[in-house]
């Protein structure tokens, strides 16, 4: 499989996670126009849609065809689009930059901010609970799943961690907690919900499941290394910005390239857990190869 391979197919699920999320924020009322419109800010402002790539990727691999994924694809994309717009709210990181544009509070207030993460939090559980083609049984899961992954035993218990964490010195234990939680949890949910999606094998979960866990752990090491090595250009928020939080980082514990052979070694761990899949897995090789290659 070439580069060029992965490279369409990410521009692929981008294109449809894209209209499809469209379609989701312009089918609302429009009795909260400014409500609306932040929603679209936040959520249609391009991204790499790491997780609807996953969720798409993982599921088409496992037999589920792509328009059934949909509702995962973009639960998933709702709920990341809602911790972005909080953690960029003064209370949290407060940056003013995301992809490049100004963050929901800055574009539009701080008040419309919060509730447009608010709102974006509710629709990814909308979507999921709505009219679909799983069953009924298939729904919970993903609902159950994604609650978990969303909350207080993942992101959110991360975002608290981190917190918490500013302008003190953490161990390498800890933070890797912090991000399991905090980035992981979601990414590892993307999989998670196409194995509900395929009502996959419990030998297929294991290998799943490991996969994304060392997957998202090196997705947000990496994360850290851009954050000193890419420019603000680049990486669409500031450069810098975990440094000048005062925020305890891979590169910081373990040296730049001390982080970037972890980094390699997550994806190695990655690889071995598709080894024993009976599948055609380039495609998620591929992409976990490209999370620890990109340069935003």
């Given amino acids: 499989m070439t580069q060029s391979v992965l490279s369409d197919a990410l521009s692929q699920y981008q294109n449809r996670i894209n209209h499809y999320l469209q379609q989701q924020l312009e ?7 400014g409500l609306k419109k932040a929603m679209q800010h936040g959520a249609l402002l391009g991204g790499k849609r790491i997780r609807p790539f996953l969720v798409y990727s993982v599921g088409d691999m496992l037999g589920v065809p792509l328009e059934k994924l949909d509702v995962c694809a973009a639960a998933i994309e709702c709920i990341h689009a809602y911790s972005l717009i909080h953690d960029d709210l003064p209370a949290m990181d407060d940056d003013e930059l995301r992809r490049g544009q100004p963050t929901v509070h800055i574009a539009y207030d701080e008040a419309t901010a919060i509730l447009a993460g608010d709102a974006l939090q509710t629709l990814a559980f909308e979507i999921l609970s709505g009219k679909t083609e799983f069953s009924a049984t298939q729904q919970l899961a993903m609902i159950q799943a994604l609650a978990k992954a969303a909350g207080y035993l993942g992101m959110c218990g991360g975002q608290a961690i981190d917190l918490a964490s500013t302008d003190k010195q953490i161990d390498l234990e800890r933070l890797t907690q912090l991000h399991a939680l905090k980035t992981g949890a979601l990414i590892s949910c993307s999989v998670e919900l196409a194995l509900i999606a395929a009502d996959a094998t419990n030998a297929d979960r294991r290998s799943l499941v490991k996969y994304a866990q060392s997957l998202g752990l090196a997705f947000q090491v990496q994360d850290d290394i851009l954050d000193i090595t890419s420019s603000t250009e680049e990486l669409g928020k500031p450069q810098g910005s975990d440094e000048e939080s ?12 001390g982080a970037q052979q972890t980094a390699a070694q997550l994806i190695e761990d990655a690889l071995s857990a598709l080894a024993k899949l009976p599948y055609n ?11 620890v290659a990109r340069r935003v």
């Fill in 27 to 33: 089918h609302l009322p429009e009795h909260a126009i």
């Fill in 246 to 257: 005062n925020k305890s980082t891979f590169p910081q514990l373990l040296g730049l390239q």
């Fill in 281 to 291: 897995t380039q495609l998620i090789e591929q992409f976990a190869q490209y999370i």
